[in-house]
């Protein structure tokens, strides 16, 4: 189990259900989250944030830019989605506390389209002056160079999802980030 094994958070993004089948979805995740004492981040769906007294938000920049005042200030922690270096200083603008900045190495999850690089990581953490994390095709064997790019960490689904081991899986992580 991915709770068990210690992640910084987990991100509750189920983009293919309906509200009402989501809100399920992460009552169950709060709890298995809170049984091990893990951040559970809700992601685009703030109000049922907010009901589970989440204060912790992920959204998609265009979420972001639509949200008031008010909805931000339900939340201590709020990430946004950036693809480019313009995204990134807008979701910075608008109040984001960090990003995700990809997909940065090929990923199933984006099959047949380009990754934008190490390169595009470095520009975007020289952009910003709050944390970044990497996402796309990050793996142990490449996480270094997504920290010697500037990343404060990286984001994970693949391998964590489809491991026999999540924890030893983390913990190959953990080593790289002491080295």
């Known amino acids: 189990m991915i709770a068990a094994a210690k992640p910084a958070g987990i991100v509750v993004r189920e ?5 009402e089948d989501y809100e399920v979805f992460f009552e169950r995740s709060v709890s ?3 049984e091990y ?11 049922i944030a907010m009901e589970f007294n989440k204060k912790s938000i992920h959204v998609p920049l265009h979420v972001l830019s ?42 199933d999850c984006k099959k047949g389209l380009p990754p934008r690089g ?21 793996s142990p064997e490449n996480f270094r160079t997504v920290l010697d790019a500037g990343a404060e960490g990286a984001c994970v689904m693949s391998g964590i999802m489809t ?3 999540p924890k030893a899986y983390l913990d190959r992580f953990r080593e790289e980030i002491i080295k």
């Open 32 to 34: 298995i989250c809170n």
């Open 15 to 19: 983009k293919d259900l309906m509200i």
């Open 66 to 107: 639509d949200f008031s005042t008010v909805i931000k200030s339900n939340f201590d922690v709020i990430g946004a989605s950036c693809h480019s270096v313009e995204d990134a200083l807008e979701a910075q603008k608008l109040g984001a506390t960090y990003i995700t900045a990809g997909h940065v190495f090929e990923t």
């Open 37 to 47: 004492e893990v951040p559970c981040i809700a992601h685009s769906f703030h109000d």
């Open 118 to 138: 190490l390169d595009f990581l470095r520009e975007v953490c020289s952009a910003v002056n709050i944390p970044v994390y990497a996402i796309g095709g990050i």
């Open 163 to 165: 491991c026999d081991d």
